[in-house]
């Protein structure tokens, strides 16, 4: 199971390099996401509004609801993709099973996606201005 | 000889639709099947069945003893080509592809790179092995796709359709290709519309219509049996018209010089007594190929 874990990680990290502009496109893409939410947020609310400290509680909300709704969406659409592209049968023909195969390729399909949110995080820190700043012992379950 | 893929009573029902019925299929180390049937006649879903893609509603499949929709591990005796789908991703290279495919199936790493290796030479395809599938040519895909259901080392081979689409020369090499396998012991499942390809390649064939198997046996038998009692009677100018009527009496057919004649041999005999002193130029039993044969039993259902 190492092994399949090695060979999908290589395979999402292969993807990631080999396309850049698909991982640029996201990265822009979810930062404008994040602005028109919070600029809307901020014409609805008058110009009187002033979120103060609260554009970091937005930021880390909207990264972490995004890393969820990706971890939850890749798996679907990555089957969606493998029927489209022709694969699909292939991948169900290891003797692993289907399930525990999509299983690690979705554990292993983590590292890109903290990848992708990092970076995000890092763009809108840029454009907001907002801080964040949290111990590493924070992402330790309790 | 112990039976690499035994599938015996397959049924499979979409709704009203009857797909497969009563389909049983088995093959010995060695030996290639062809899996024939015109568009619609249950093949895909049969080979669907074999390969534990799909549940039958009755039957069994046993590959290597293993039920493969039970023991996902008998999958590993299992390699499949499978038509109309790329097999591969094209966003990896022809090396990444192997490893990634070798170890979905079951190798690890360090044996998945050097079987990955084996393959590319074998396949011809090693100053390739770097290059993105993508911008391989359609023989090389195939010739990949062979190659990854190769990485596994496995006994039975599922092959839709191998030479779909590629250039003669291509298509000759993927022919070699499945020759060669068939005398290290594989057991080739060959299903494809190229009736020549099936011809040269088969040692048995199945047709199926309609989802049932219509007829099966040794290509060999089956061409024999198809071919009946004709023979070729050619000669070395055509009969005048008078004599022509005389000997179409003796069931000789067809105008000069090439005649047929629909007879046994003792028929025969009195016709080549009637022709005499006529020159002869041959003759020979009348020869059918598989395009025949299908087309007659296809037909006939």
Redesign the interface.
């Known amino acids: 199971m190492l092994?399949?874990f090695?060979?999908e990680f290589?395979?999402s990290w292969?993807?990631l390099r080999?396309?850049p502009s698909e991982f640029v496109g996201a990265v822009v893409t979810l930062s404008i996401l994040f602005l028109l939410l919070f600029l809307g947020a901020r014409f609805l609310a008058g110009p009187s509004a002033e979120f103060g400290e609260r554009t970091e509680a937005l930021l880390a909300g909207f990264l972490l609801w995004t890393l969820t709704l990706f971890s939850y969406s890749s798996l679907s659409f990555g089957l969606s993709e493998e029927a489209q592209?022709?694969?699909l049968?292939?991948?169900?023909?290891?003797?692993?099973?289907p399930i525990p195969?999509l299983l690690v390729r979705n554990l292993a399909g983590l590292g890109t996606q903290l990848l992708l949110m990092g970076s995000i995080a890092l763009v809108l820190l840029l454009i907001t201005g907002a801080r964040l700043s949290f111990t590493p012992c924070c992402c330790y379950p309790s | 000889m112990t039976a690499v893929l035994e599938a015996t009573g397959l049924h499979k029902r979409f709704g009203k639709l009857v797909a497969v019925e009563e389909v049983s299929l088995h093959l010995a180390p060695g030996e290639v099947l062809a899996f024939l049937g015109p568009n619609g006649a249950g093949k895909t879903t049969t080979i669907k069945m074999l390969a534990g893609l799909l549940f039958p509603d009755q039957g069994q499949v046993r590959l290597m003893g293993k039920d493969p929709h039970r023991d996902p591990w008998a999958l590993r005796h299992l390699g499949a080509v499978l038509e109309g789908n790329r097999n591969v991703y094209w966003r990896m290279t022809a090396q990444e592809n192997l490893v990634y495919f070798g170890v979905a199936r079951g190798l690890r790493f360090a044996e998945a790179s050097r079987r990955a290796q084996n393959i590319l030479e074998q396949l011809g395809l090693v100053e390739k092995s770097r290059t993105e599938v993508r911008h391989l040519s359609r023989g090389m895909q195939q010739k990949l796709s062979l190659g990854v259901a190769l990485m596994h080392h496995p006994e039975l081979l599922l092959l839709d359709e191998p030479t779909l689409g590629l250039d003669v020369e291509s298509a000759l090499r993927v022919e070699e290709m499945v020759r060669g396998l068939a005398r290290e012991g594989k057991a080739i499942l060959l299903t494809t519309h190229q009736l020549e390809v099936a011809q040269r390649l088969a040692s048995r064939l199945a047709i199926i219509q309609r989802g049932k198997i219509l007829l099966e046996g040794r290509t060999t038998e089956v061409l024999g049996r198809f071919a009946g009692e004709h023979y070729v009677v050619e000669l070395e100018t055509p009969l005048p018209p008078e004599r022509l009527a005389s000997l179409r009496a003796l069931g000789l057919e067809g105008e000069g010089p090439s005649y047929v004649y629909h007879g046994d041999g003792e028929g025969l005999w009195r016709l080549l007594e009637a022709l005499k002193p006529w020159p002869l130029k041959k003759v020979a039993r009348a020869e059918t190929d598989l395009l025949e044969v299908f087309l007659k039993v296809v037909g006939r259902a």
Request: hydrophobic share 35%; charged share 20%.
């Open positions: 092994d399949l090695w060979v290589k395979r292969l993807n080999r396309y592209t022709g694969t049968e292939q991948v169900f023909l290891t003797p692993y099973g195969l």
